[in-house]
């Protein structure tokens, strides 16, 4: 059973900084591409960087230079540095498959950017 577990979110000022894991479990985890996404009250799941098995990646163009996506295969774990947090980056954050999620989702980690 594929399974993800999200970690590392708080609450941090404008400008802090947060780090996010996801272990995953169930999957051949060094094949698989991995993204992150997040959610905001009341707007639609979205995606916010990708990174594929052969480690290229891709950003969402809001979070391009202040957020950066890795993976360590030996962990079956993908983290999400986030840099210069602004307020608009409040959100439940989640990890799944990329380009096409599983059905099934973790219950996400929550970030809120707060003066």
């Known amino acids: 059973q594929v399974q993800f577990v999200e970690s590392g979110g708080g609450s941090v000022q404008p400008g802090g900084s947060l780090r996010l894991s996801c272990a995953a479990s169930?999957?051949?985890?060094?094949?698989?591409?991995m993204g992150w996404y997040r959610q905001a009250p009341g707007k639609q799941r979205e995606l916010v960087a990708a990174i594929r098995s052969g480690g290229n990646t891709v950003y969402a163009d809001s979070v391009k230079d202040r957020f950066t996506i890795s993976r360590d295969n030996t962990k079956n774990t993908v983290y999400l540095q986030m840099n210069s947090l602004k307020p608009e980056d409040t959100a439940l954050y989640y990890c799944?498959?990329?380009?096409?999620?599983?059905?099934?989702w973790g219950q996400g980690t929550q970030v809120t950017v707060s003066s």
């Open positions: 169930g999957i051949i985890f060094r094949i698989k591409s």
């Open positions: 799944n498959f990329y380009p096409v999620p599983y059905d099934s």
